[in-house]
């Protein structure tokens, strides 16, 4: 079946039509933590607390507050949802981002009018309230407040006039403003709001809510695969085969996603920092991805905003920020760039890249790799350092040869006990950068970190040494087709 997902509409047709993939609710919820606390046990998986589970996308139809609008929860929850949307099997998701890098397809200009600009609100509209427009939950009730977690913001270099992409935390902090969380050195739009405040401008920005898939996975690629300069819709593009289609914003110089369910135009505001928690004094932010309460920050942005625009009957999309949602976001463009760096250094030889759960898809890593000669040998370490030596971000990386199901944390977990021997087969990087939110990061953790954000990168390897491959020869089972036994059960 022909793939048709372009927006998020389509997607959800396309996962009510998988069973088991998507299930909506009447029943009224609070967005204020209790939407969240219900998608918790039916599919958030990733690192949330226990009970969870990976389960269906769910639709809340009845949002407290908010009777035109529905929220979304967990589309990209399911590695098998994402495969699904973007039209692959699980297991190729990583390379086909890496194609999709390797051949963007750049943005062009709608020729129609825009579905997000169905309906308009302005800011100098005296009932325009943010609270009121955008049905923004909490995760839990610590948080600083009502987070945009999935809004794709969208900005233009004041100096070059390339335009960029990236996903980052937003909180609304009155009617018409919202704090934006840039994570030092580390996301592009960061750095063009740095250029501008030195300029004394303000940075146009605009915020589409609720878009293709292609959009959200291929806006997580960071540099060195994506430098400063490359717009990550190309990568969406290439995805789909055919341009992501931008328009005007009607009160900032910016474009925005033509199709998305809202759009936030605003600016960045040069000269001003905003405490997170103002308005709640919880100390927290939200839960971040490695499954832990973030300390709320007192050096955010600013973002005053013009307008807010959204289709008929709007669809907010949110995640749960330790979900498995960031891991599919976070972990599959890492699989990509991890494959692309080692397959240029030593083709054939690395054969997928899992980023899994259990690090967020950010700090823990899978290499599945094949000695094809004995000059292999020590290539599968040589692998992994490449792996770090581009993400600061990856803490811990385990090796394992092409007969162990990198995908499958058991299998990885039975190479560690068949084929590792811990005073042989553990290498440490100690007193690297890595990064700042896993609390175990930290001087008082061990006397080799020096300063917070500081970790000892291990590598984990469970391949078998070439000459041995012999002895490691796992059971051979008769290949068989089982459906004609199936089918004959379900008689």
């Not at 390379?95 to 020729?111: D, I, M």
């Not at 939950?137 to 600083?144: E, K, L, S």
Request: net charge negative; hydrophobic share 35%.
């Amino acid at each position: 079946m022909k793939n048709e997902v372009r927006d998020l509409r389509s997607a959800l047709k396309l996962l009510e039509s998988m069973d088991g993939q998507l299930v909506e609710t009447d029943v009224e919820v609070d967005p204020m933590a209790e939407l969240a606390g219900v998608y918790r046990y039916v599919g958030a998986g990733g690192t949330v607390k226990r009970p969870t589970k990976e389960g269906p996308a769910m639709i809340f139809r009845n949002v407290k507050g908010h009777p035109d609008a529905s929220v979304v929860i967990g589309v990209l929850a399911s590695r098998m949802r994402v495969a699904a949307l973007l039209g692959c099997r699980p297991e190729e998701l990583g390379r086909l981002l890496y194609k999709s890098v390797e051949t963007p397809v750049p943005p062009v200009k709608c020729k129609k009018a825009p579905l997000c600009q169905q309906v308009i609100h302005r800011a100098e509209e005296p009932d325009f309230d943010l609270y009121r427009l955008l049905p923004a939950p909490t995760n839990t009730p610590d948080d600083a407040g009502p987070y945009i977690t999935l809004g794709m913001c969208y900005a233009t270099h004041p100096d070059t006039g390339a335009h960029d992409v990236t996903i980052h935390r937003l909180c609304i902090q009155g009617k018409d403003e919202l704090s934006i969380f840039f994570t030092p050195g580390a996301r592009h739009i960061g750095a063009m709001a740095e250029r501008a405040e030195e300029l004394g401008r303000r940075l146009p920005v605009s915020i589409s809510i609720g878009v293709d898939p292609a959009i959200e996975i291929g806006s997580c690629f960071e540099p060195p695969t994506t430098p400063l300069g490359y717009d990550e819709l190309a990568v969406a593009g290439a995805l789909r085969g055919e341009p992501v289609e931008l328009c005007p914003c009607l009160t900032v110089d910016e474009m925005a996603i033509a199709n998305a369910e809202y759009v936030i135009e605003g600016e960045v505001v040069p000269g001003v920092r905003v405490k997170e928690d103002q308005n709640s004094g919880t100390g927290y932010a939200m839960p971040e991805f490695p499954g832990y309460t973030g300390p709320a920050s007192d050096q955010c942005w600013l973002i005053k905003v013009k307008a807010v625009t959204h289709r008929r009957n709007p669809i907010m999309q949110t995640c749960i920020g330790p979900s498995e949602e960031h891991v599919s976001m976070a972990g599959i463009p890492t699989e990509a760039s991890i494959y692309a760096m080692v397959e240029k250094a030593m083709p054939g030889r690395l054969k997928n890249v899992y980023c899994g759960s259990a690090g967020g898809g950010k700090y823990m890593a899978v290499l599945q790799f094949q000695k094809l000669s004995s000059s292999d040998e020590g290539r599968q370490r040589q692998a992994a350092l490449l792996a770090f030596s581009a993400f600061s971000e990856l803490k811990h990386i385990f090796l394992v040869d092409e007969d162990v199901d990198c995908f499958d944390m058991n299998d990885v977990l039975w190479a560690m006990n068949t084929r590792f021997q811990g005073d042989a087969d553990i290498i440490t990087i100690p007193g690297v950068r890595c990064h700042p939110l896993d609390p175990s990061n930290d001087p008082s953790c061990s006397p080799s970190i020096r300063d917070h954000g500081i970790a000892c990168k291990t590598i984990f390897d469970c391949t078998v040494p070439y000459d041995q491959k012999n002895r490691f020869v796992r059971a051979r089972f008769l290949e068989v087709d089982p459906g004609k036994w199936l089918k004959q059960a379900e008689k």
